[in-house]
């Protein structure tokens, strides 16, 4: 899977929002987004799913503490489109984060406890155009 841009020391805490908005591939089979602590310490995986791993149009979320991944969770509704746009609010709270999507949300619990939010990356097919936090 292709790695976009890596984002270290955002600093985000509960309260604060991290916006991301790119374009999906054409031939899009999914792509990733990573927040956490670093690399090893994901608080959460958000991967929508268009055709991968036995998944078809579905946002798998996980977390990962080291190489230890958490369990699967899987929200059916899938806004996005091959060869669209995308915007991606995630809004970090004290026990989860709520992931924004155009017409749809949800919470992701905070499994790890992190007090703060110091990473982010892309990978696959997805490309990132811009970030904004706050």
């Known amino acids: 899977m292709s790695c976009g841009p890596v984002c270290t020391n955002l600093g985000l805490k509960p309260g604060q929002r991290l916006t991301v908005k790119g374009k999906v591939a054409p031939n899009a089979k999914s792509f990733v987004m990573n927040l956490g602590k670093d690399a090893t ?3 959460l995986h958000f991967n929508p799913r ?5 998944d078809v149009n579905t946002i798998v979320c996980n977390s ?3 190489e230890e991944w958490g369990a699967e969770h899987r929200e059916a509704v899938f ?3 091959k ?3 995308a915007e991606i609010t995630f809004a970090v709270n004290q026990s989860d984060v709520t992931v924004h999507l ?3 949300q949800f919470t992701f619990p905070n499994r790890l406890n992190l007090s703060v939010f ?9 490309t990132l155009q811009s970030i904004s936090w706050e």
Request: proline share 7%; hydrophobic share 30%; charged share 20%.
């Open 41 to 43: 310490l994901l608080g």
């Open 50 to 54: 268009f055709d991968a791993h036995g």
């Open 64 to 66: 990962k503490k080291v």
């Open 79 to 81: 806004p996005f489109q």
């Open 83 to 85: 060869g669209g746009t």
């Open 102 to 104: 155009p017409g749809h």
């Open 118 to 126: 110091d990473y982010f990356d892309t990978q696959g097919d997805f």
